[in-house]
């Protein structure tokens, strides 16, 4: 059974930081590639980017420059780092293992003054 958990989310002001972490269990996490997601209210889940196994990484043309990806094979972990927050990044952020059915539950982040 595969197990995605995201934490990390919470309410920054806008230009202000925050790290979503995603911890996978039940398979071999190093062999694959994962995707963050997110969705803002009345919209739909857009793809934010994705890191490969071997650590390549592509984003969203919306969030270039502000957001990383990175993985920890050892601790069963990717990680979005997002900078340089704005209003608009508001949503719901979901981790998942890229072309497989397994979401995680998603961790809300808003970004507000």
């Known amino acids: 059974q595969v197990q995605l958990v995201e934490s990390g989310g919470g309410l920054v002001q806008p230009g202000g930081s925050l790290r979503l972490s995603c911890t996978a269990s039940?398979?071999?996490?190093?062999?694959?590639?994962m995707a963050w997601y997110r969705q803002a209210p009345g919209k739909e889940r857009e793809l934010v980017g994705f890191?490969?196994?071997?650590?390549?990484?592509n984003y969203a043309d919306s969030i270039k420059g502000r957001f990383t990806i990175s993985r920890d094979n050892g601790k069963n972990t990717v990680y979005l780092q997002m900078n340089s927050l704005k209003p608009e990044d508001t949503a719901v952020y979901y981790c998942?293992?890229?072309?497989?059915?397994?979401w995680g539950q998603g961790t809300q982040v808003t970004v507000s003054s």
């Open positions: 039940g398979r071999i996490f190093s062999i694959q590639p």
């Open positions: 998942t293992i890229r072309g497989s059915p397994y």
């Open positions: 890191i490969s196994a071997g650590g390549s990484t």
